[in-house]
């Protein structure tokens, strides 16, 4: 008797790398035999792939868990395999087992690899991820804990990616990367969470600074040259990247967004904060004239430039004032989307354990509700991220 093949299914939270690294997941699971089920309810293994980008997320997934474990008991059926990916693995494995007692198998999100075939159900659009990891410290993120140091993924892995997408019909692709800008360039590679660990009196003045993280590229940056090659396939009509970040957004991309009207206008472009001082807190490399500067060069190129934004309300220390500068910055630049999010402490990483968390919830959510209105004022509606 021929047994029914065994069956998959993944759950994923938070960001398009999330979303891409499960297309990957799931290619590894077809490769293996598996078929998709389709609801959680009916599968031989389940994959939780979790963020980790505020406490909220997280607890998001810790409650998709326990409805997972209290259906089963209810049913009085065999739980599935739980397999925990994502960002929440940056726990650690025996924390994890110990949080979450009904994880059987932890799968560390670097090990999920750019070459595994992605399993798309998007029959136009694709996700290719172009690099993992980061390099670059902002104090808040916990992404260079869990992902890992950045790696580029090697260029003729890209464009045979590219070549299949147009084989198969795909006419529009999204690079993916934590910072895309800085694919291929070399790294200086600094790290420093030993030295965060190992030294108590550990102060912002002992973190690297974002931009020390890439040696500059003197000719073109490898990220443009790989535009080009890619928008060199005529079947693409469409190309976009995320994320991008001012410090090193280089003139020369500005140029080849203004020349190459296969890239998107849309532009994702973080701003985090509108204050020099939160912006230094946030070890984020720039400053707030740095990014006017790049928004005023991207608008020269296109005037049909559209952009996009991340921003924190609420950093540790966050005055009133220091608010007020991401208020009229925002009026100034006039994003036509801006996730705004409430800081969360994430455990582990610098802000949390250099800065109070001082600013009230309350407080917090009275700056959400003012950068919101006046960012989202278009879309309302369709709130990007309701925190
Ligand atoms: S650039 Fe900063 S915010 Fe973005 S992933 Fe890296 S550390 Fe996090």
Not at 59 to 87: M, Q, S, W
Not at 123 to 140: E, L, M, Q
Not at 171 to 191: A, D, P, Q, R, Y
Not at 347 to 366: C, F, L, M, N, Q
Request: hydrophobic share 35%; proline share 4%.
């Amino acid at each position: 008797m021929i047994s029914a093949p065994q069956t998959y299914y993944i759950h994923t939270f938070g960001c398009q790398s999330n979303k891409s690294d499960s297309e990957r997941i799931a290619g590894d699971y077809e490769a293996r035999g598996y078929q998709e089920a389709s609801d959680w309810r009916q599968c031989d293994e389940l994959v939780i792939n979790t963020c980790a980008v505020r406490q909220s997320a997280e607890d998001r997934a810790r409650g998709f868990l326990h409805n997972v474990v209290v259906y089963f008991n209810e049913a009085g059926k065999k739980r599935p395999k739980i397999i925990l990916t994502g960002c929440m693995t940056h726990h650690g494995n025996d924390k994890l087992y110990e949080m979450l007692p009904a994880v059987d198998e932890i799968l560390p999100i670097n090990e999920v690899g750019f070459n595994s075939s992605a399993v798309r159900k998007d029959r136009k659009h694709a996700w290719i991820p172009i690099s993992t990891g980061c390099n670059s410290f902002c104090t808040y993120c916990i992404v260079p804990y869990s992902r890992g140091r950045e790696q580029s993924r090697p260029r003729q892995d890209i464009l045979a990616e590219v070549d299949q997408l147009v084989a198969n019909g795909y006419v529009e692709i999204t690079l993916l990367g934590m910072n895309v800008n800085s694919w291929g360039l070399e790294k200086v590679g600094i790290g420093f969470r030993k030295l965060m660990m190992e030294n108590k009196n550990f102060t912002r003045q002992d973190l690297p600074d974002n931009q020390s993280q890439y040696l500059k590229p003197e000719s073109t940056p490898p990220f443009v040259e790989l535009l080009r090659e890619i928008s060199e396939r005529e079947q693409i009509k469409t190309i976009r990247f995320l994320t991008s970040n001012p410090w090193d957004f280089h003139d020369e991309l500005i140029e080849e967004i203004g020349a190459n009207k296969k890239i998107d206008r849309y532009i994702h472009l973080p701003v985090q904060s509108g204050s020099n001082s939160v912006l230094y807190r946030m070890n984020r490399g720039y400053t707030r004239e740095r990014y006017i500067e790049v928004v005023e060069k991207l608008r020269a190129v296109d005037t049909e430039i559209v952009l996009g934004t991340d921003i924190i309300v609420g950093f540790p220390g966050e005055t009133e004032e220091e608010f007020q500068e991401s208020v009229a910055l925002a009026k100034e630049i006039n994003w036509k989307l801006g996730f705004v999010a409430m800081y969360s402490p994430r455990p582990g990483t610098a802000s949390w354990r250099i800065y109070e968390d001082d600013v009230s919830h309350a407080e917090k959510k009275r700056r959400w509700e003012i950068l919101d209105k006046i960012i989202n004022k278009d879309n309302l509606a369709v709130r990007p991220h309701v925190v």
